[in-house]
């Protein structure tokens, strides 16, 4: 019986050991970690990001899907499919395939490869490319949705504003290369103009 109990005890030493080792030291886990507090991800691969709470990622890659129900931000971060309820913030990541907001978005030398689908009244693509965008109508009053396009961000298909009442604000050094739909394309200057 107490060689028994010694052995249950000796066990669960090492899950606290081998728990605080993976928390403490960057471990690389190869099937990705589920969680439900802030979590913080350096320079490692996992395959998959299920976090509810805020999430920091760190030159990190993750090869399938990232999931997040609060706050994320991230930093030379490569994913593949990107879903955020909540804030999100990126600078210098690349999101191979589709990347869905639900909520703000501040993006910074970014390229999005597949169709950024965002619900948010205002969204700021700076030095960022990518594919396509949507935007999703998120009020039954219908207000007016923006994204504003500057320093060299570029978007290669439509902007498609589910609303029908979008507004995309481009400064001279930005451009679309395909339709905007549901919306109107203003310039930076323009706009500043008429806003005073």
Same mark, same amino acid.
């Given at each position: 019986? %107490?060689?028994?109990?010694?052995l249950m005890v000796l066990a669960i030493m090492?899950?606290? @050991?081998?728990?605080?080792?993976?928390?403490?030291?960057?471990? +690389?886990?190869?099937?990705g970690s589920s969680s439900w507090a802030s979590?913080?991800?350096?320079?490692?691969?996992?395959?998959?990001?299920?976090v509810n709470g805020s999430t920091n990622l760190?030159?990190?890659?993750?090869?399938?899907?990232?999931?997040?129900?609060?706050?994320?931000?991230?930093?030379? #971060?490569?994913?593949?499919?990107?879903? @955020?309820?909540?804030? #999100?913030?990126?600078?210098?990541?690349?999101?191979?395939?589709? #990347?869905? %907001?639900?909520?703000?978005?501040?993006?910074?030398?970014?390229?999005?490869?597949?169709?950024?689908?965002?619900?948010?009244?205002?969204?700021?693509?700076?030095?960022?490319?990518?594919?396509? %965008?949507?935007?999703?109508? +998120?009020?039954?009053?219908?207000?007016?949705?923006?994204?504003?396009?500057?320093?060299?961000?570029?978007?290669?298909?439509?902007?498609?504003? #589910?609303?029908?009442?979008?507004?995309?604000?481009?400064?001279?050094?930005?451009?679309?290369?395909?339709?905007? +739909?549901?919306?109107?394309?203003?310039?930076?200057?323009?706009?500043?103009?008429?806003?005073?």
């Amino acid at each position: 019986m %107490i060689h028994n109990y010694f052995l249950m005890v000796l066990a669960i030493m090492s899950l606290c @050991v081998v728990s605080t080792y993976s928390m403490d030291f960057g471990c +690389i886990f190869p099937k990705g970690s589920s969680s439900w507090a802030s979590r913080t991800y350096g320079r490692k691969t996992v395959e998959n990001v299920n976090v509810n709470g805020s999430t920091n990622l760190d030159g990190t890659t993750v090869t399938d899907s990232t999931s997040v129900n609060g706050s994320l931000r991230a930093t030379e #971060a490569d994913l593949n499919r990107l879903h @955020v309820n909540g804030s #999100a913030n990126l600078e210098k990541c690349t999101v191979h395939g589709n #990347a869905h %907001i639900n909520g703000s978005l501040k993006s910074k030398d970014n390229r999005f490869e597949d169709t950024l689908i965002i619900s948010s009244h205002k969204v700021c693509l700076d030095s960022t490319s990518t594919q396509s %965008i949507e935007v999703r109508k +998120i009020t039954p009053d219908n207000n007016k949705q923006v994204v504003t396009l500057e320093n060299n961000s570029s978007v290669m298909g439509d902007i498609t504003f #589910a609303s029908g009442n979008g507004v995309v604000i481009v400064d001279s050094q930005s451009k679309i290369s395909g339709n905007v +739909i549901g919306g109107v394309v203003v310039k930076k200057d323009d706009y500043n103009k008429d806003s005073k």
